[in-house]
């Protein structure tokens, strides 16, 4: 009976802990399941550049658990940020299973400085921007002044306690960061020191700026850092507040190689609860009794997937008390092989380019020139997908870290936090106000009556006039809200957005993201001994686009119109000309029936025994929907070069016509009509574009006196593992970079470097 008492009594006890650690895995779970991840990497074909050049860019789009490719979605959005997050430069890319493809032409009003390339979807939208994808690439104005190199600031200096947070009476392990004006880590001299300027420890930097000490903070003390950097004179930078109670979490490998999470607790005696999670997915959990003040967990390393863990720690009250990070080294990569058919090549000479990858690997390839502007990428996809898409801030020289086995990642997982997700979000649960756009683009818009009121149940349409006959009916939700999806739209294009309604008005909202991440861009300065080089590099740029086309046209314009084959066209010109439009339609257009009531025009489809037509048909001039026919018959006929009649039931997404009747003028101008509702510039997908690359195949190419002075001599977005490629070298001699990156099937990503030289005397 007393031991079935006890038993009876332990699980009263220990029930509500059970019940609170199932429902912290509980709701990440759910989270899990509605949230998805998606991950963009961005491979561009160089880092720096002047204005006139263009950033070429392959975007791959993958699954953030398993880093594959995922066809989630069909665009991605690119953007070009300066200094003050504002927008440069701002482009729609279309993906497909999982990749897209693009460039940016650098305008010449680029000031010279840092720049943020950013990407991301519709559906990353819905989480923090510090998972977009950023890089940042150095751009050049030649024709401005540069600014000179910047003499050497003050050292800026960050403290981060381990699991978060400092407590009275309890030790811990403080990890620190100081980088310079570049956002370089830098060498630097620290000591600790009290209010009294007692000095409690001295430190310096292990790595790239960063290191460590141990520390126990006392009651009452307030705590600051004396720096001595590059010779310069002390500078102060204080710690972090010191709580009077509160979690203290030390992380260290044990002997039989698991991890070990010791927790510390001032003034608390009772359950703490451990989750340790990789990419999402939930790999341990664990509660314990805090017995004076302390509690330690084994996590088994075997149980952790490869890449960055998420270790946190939770109170009775199920609140996050205390986060750590914790890397582990993947251990296969993508292995790629690049190799030229030579060494060394003359001038406008043929190279052949072998790759070689497993698994259908999806790749691409870049070449250029090098010099002392360009020193290479300090980050890949490998390191990217693996380290840096998981991080807080700007990781210095991310490749090292997954690369190289001694390096100290550690360092890094205690001065960068966790980016892809906060707790509070887990318990509430996901707010998604982003669909995926995982058909075509979509345009929103809100529609609105006169006294901006949102109005529901409006039917509005939006088109851009001209030859390619395209029309996207929406009708408004209960706020208002209407999208639009924009096949076979692209490139810049003037549209209409029409209400069927003239009371009602309909406003676009921009598809881009005005929420930005924390990292911040490092100091620029130009430094003149590279005065010569940045000189040639302008010339280069501005001889190769006097001389040669920047890319050519990939894909040809879509020329069908969404209503596909018509049941009867007429050639205005085939028949005899009248003076005004009403009596063309009268005279030989037996399928519409022209009527008029109380001054006002209507068709209406005649003709087909099987329907019962009893509204009018969706009426177009060069696929503007014509309201008002009025209007429409008042246009001169000559302006008229074809009509199309579709004589039946017509169902297009939320619309359904009982009829079209589609003119279309000669120049695809709507014949001069204004248009009501809103007339606007609106840039669908970027066209598809394909690099230009000259060919010397034949002896007269090959001494053609138009002068090739690319410094870029290839860049192939839509390469694969087993294939040879083939592209010629410009007059520019000296030595050339390969970079190829890629993802495989599995998902396993890498990246290769190789290079070749070119000299002008170079026998054939």
Known sequence: MKLRLFILLSMGLWAPQLLAQESVRQAFDAYNRQAVQEKLYVHTDRSYYVVGESVWFKVYALNGQTHQSMDLSKVAYVELLDLSHGVVLQSKVSLKKGSGNGMLVLPATIQSGHYTLRAYTHWMKNFSPELYFEKTISIVNTFTKIPAEAGTSELDLQ???????????????????????????????????????????????????????????????????????????????????VQEKGYVLHVQHSRNQDLTLDVESSGMEESVYALVHTRQSVKFSE?????????????????????????????????????????????????????????????????????????????????????????????????????????????????????????ETDLVMLTHGWSRFRWETIVQGPQMKYVPEHEEHIVFGKVTDMNRNPVKGAAVFMNAPGRDLWL?????????????????????????????????????????????????????????????????????????????????????????????????????????????????????????????????????????????????????????????????????????????????????????????V?????????????????????????????????????????????????????????AHGQQKLQFFTSDLSGHYRVVVQGISQSGLSGSQTYTFEVKKNEVN
């Not at 998420?310 to 993947?330: G, S």
């Not at 014949?671 to 669908?684: D, I, K």
């Open 662 to 718: 589609s003119f279309m003028s000669y120049k695809g101008d709507i014949a001069g009509y204004q248009p009501e509702g809103l007339v606007t510039s609106y840039e669908g997908v970027q066209a598809g574009r394909d690099f230009y690359s000259p060919r010397y195949d034949t002896p007269a190419q090959r001494e053609s006196r138009i002068a090739d002075f690319r410094s870029l001599l290839f860049w192939e977005p839509q």
């Open 287 to 407: 509660r314990q009794r805090l017995q004076n003040g302390k509690a330690r967990f084994q996590v088994p390393l075997a149980q952790l997937d490869e890449g960055i863990s998420h270790i946190t720690l939770f109170n009775a009250q199920q609140q996050p008390v205390c986060e750590r990070l914790y890397f582990k080294r993947p251990k296969q990569k993508l292995a790629i092989q690049v190799q030229t058919d030579k060494p060394v090549y003359a001038t406008r000479q043929a190279v052949s380019l072998a790759l070689q990858a497993a698994d259908s690997s999806d790749l691409s390839v870049s070449v250029y020139r090098l010099d002392s502007l360009d020193q290479g990428e300090s980050e890949d996809v490998y390191s990217y997908l693996w380290l840096s898409s998981d991080l807080k801030g700007t990781v210095e020289s991310p490749a090292y870290y997954v690369n190289n086995p001694a390096a």
């Open 472 to 660: 996207y009916p929406a009708i408004s939700d209960s706020a208002g809200r209407v999208f639009f999806e924009m096949r076979h739209f692209s490139g810049l294009n003037e549209v209409v957005v029409q209400p069927a309604d003239s009371l009602h008005q309909v406003e676009l909202e921009s598809s881009f993201s005005d929420q930005y991440s924390s990292r911040s861009l490092p100091g620029f300065a130009f430094n003149p001994k590279e005065q010569e080089f940045l000189l040639n590099r302008s010339i280069d740029m501005q001889v190769r686009n006097a001389y040669m086309p920047i890319y050519t046209n990939a894909v040809a314009s879509d020329t069908a119109y969404f209503y596909g084959k018509a049941d009867r066209t007429y050639y205005l010109d085939a028949y005899t000309r009248f003076p005004v439009l009403e009596e063309v339609m009268r005279e030989y257009v037996p399928e519409v029936d022209v009527r008029r009531s109380q001054g006002r025009f209507r068709f209406l489809m005649v003709g087909r025994t099987e329907y019962n037509f009893t509204t009018p048909p969706m009426v177009l001039l060069d696929g503007v929907p014509m309201f008002d026919l009025n209007k429409l018959l008042a246009i001169d006929p000559l302006k008229i070069k074809r009509l199309d009649i579709v004589n039946k039931r017509y169902v297009l997404g939320s619309a359904v016509f009982s009829g079209i």
């Open 159 to 241: 403290f981060f306690p381990e699991g978060g947070h400092l407590v009275q009476n309890l030790k811990s392990t403080v990890a620190f960061r100081g980088i310079n004006e570049s956002g370089k880590g830098v060498h630097f001299s620290g000591a600790l020191v009290n209010e009294r300027n007692d000095t409690i420890v001295r430190f310096q930097p292990r790595q790239m700026g960063m290191g460590t000490f141990e520390f126990t903070p006392k009651a009452g003390e307030s705590y600051h850092a004396v720096l001595t950097y590059a010779g310069k004179n002390e500078q102060s930078v204080s710690l972090p507040a």
